[in-house]
């Protein structure tokens, strides 16, 4: 959700639903790729979910896994959040502004702190004098860096945030767990990489339209491990999030547990869609080489890289295992892609 002048209203308006829960979770970002999932998935919980838009939606479609709906303009410094934090227990904040493809401000780092780090300190600060109990924060794995070489992540690495993006985001980490420090705000921090499932787009549809199509792919001596977090996944550990205490003042970092090399992920990635996979093996270093040239040396990273987290200090604390297999998951990825594009 990008920052722009925009108006600070506050419009809550209502969604007919059964609420059979007395604790009230706000999501901001609820319509979004994980927002829409996550919602389905408290109400199945039985919390009563408040959803935060930047605008209303145009059409019903998009408000059906919300009990309540609010209006609150752009998420940044200025926005208000005392009417829409009304009898709100919880707060999972995901409303983000993410990677922009074609950049247009002058000043990439100051757009991303605009939302992701004053409108989230504004919404932890908004939370606390609301009398909510918790705020869990989705942050982003790209706090601790692009990519992993001898050893996995882990929560109690050093940070070292690249982009704009990273920084954005480790500098709200560190406002908002001194907002709870000094307030008793309880806040959870999570970490994840890139997150996969039905609705997934960017790089990962890409590589379904690649596998879909038997496009030749130059990855097959690619020995790199990633890894991803299937989206029920990821939905299941945030809602955990809510309700252990032991979560409170602590990072976590997510994945699905197995991590998988660029052909591997093909390989499976082709065997749920029934296709064969066609795998060439160039080396990784033209494949670099050829990055650099297109002027993309972030592909590069991206395809061939490693990036590992380690999740034992999730699952210990929170007693949590991914309900979802990797294979599950792909799966469940390739059928809903089969049934988006059947011409493909």
């Given at each position: 959700?990008a920052s722009s002048v925009g108006p600070k209203t506050v419009t809550p ?122 705020m869990v924060f989705v942050s982003t794995i790209k706090v601790n860096g ?139 270093a033209w494949l670099e080489i050829a990055a650099k040239l297109i002027g ?49």
């Open positions: 959700m308006y209502s969604v007919p639903k059964q609420m059979t829960h007395s604790k009230k979770i706000m999501v901001t970002g609820p319509t979004g790729f994980i927002g829409r999932k996550l919602c389905a998935n408290l109400r199945g919980y039985g919390y009563r979910v408040m959803g935060a838009l930047h605008r209303r939606p145009d059409g019903g479609s998009q408000l059906d896994n919300s009990d309540e709906l609010v209006v609150v303009g752009n998420i940044d410094a200025m926005t208000q959040w005392s009417q829409a934090l009304s009898e709100v227990d919880s707060v999972i904040h995901l409303a983000a502004r993410v990677h922009v493809m074609r950049e247009r401000a002058t000043d990439s780092l100051a757009a991303y702190r605009a939302t992701n780090t004053l409108g989230t300190i504004n919404l932890a600060r908004s939370a606390a004098a609301a009398g909510v109990r918790r692009e990519s992993t070489e001898d050893k996995p992540f882990k929560e109690t690495d050093a940070p070292c945030p690249v982009d704009a993006y990273a920084i954005s985001k480790w500098e709200a980490e560190q406002a908002i767990l001194q907002i709870g420090r000094e307030t008793g705000l309880e806040v959870v921090i999570v970490r994840p990489p890139l997150v996969y499932g039905p609705g997934v787009k960017g790089n990962y549809l890409r590589l379904l339209h690649m596998v879909n199509r038997g496009l030749p792919m130059p990855f097959g001596a690619c020995h790199n491990k990633r890894s991803l977090v299937f989206l029920e996944n990821f939905v299941d550990l945030l809602t955990h999030c809510l309700s252990q205490t032991e979560a409170s003042g602590q990072i976590f970092l997510v994945s699905d547990g197995e991590d998988l090399s660029t052909p591997e992920l093909v390989a499976r990635l082709a065997k749920a869609l029934d296709k064969s996979p066609r795998l060439i093996p160039i080396p990784p993309k040396p972030g592909l590069y990273d991206r395809l061939c890289g490693s990036l590992q987290l380690d999740i034992d200090h999730t699952r210990k604390t929170l007693k949590w295992t991914p309900p979802v297999s990797v294979d599950e998951g792909i799966h469940r990825t390739a059928r809903w892609y089969l049934s988006q594009h059947r011409s493909a």
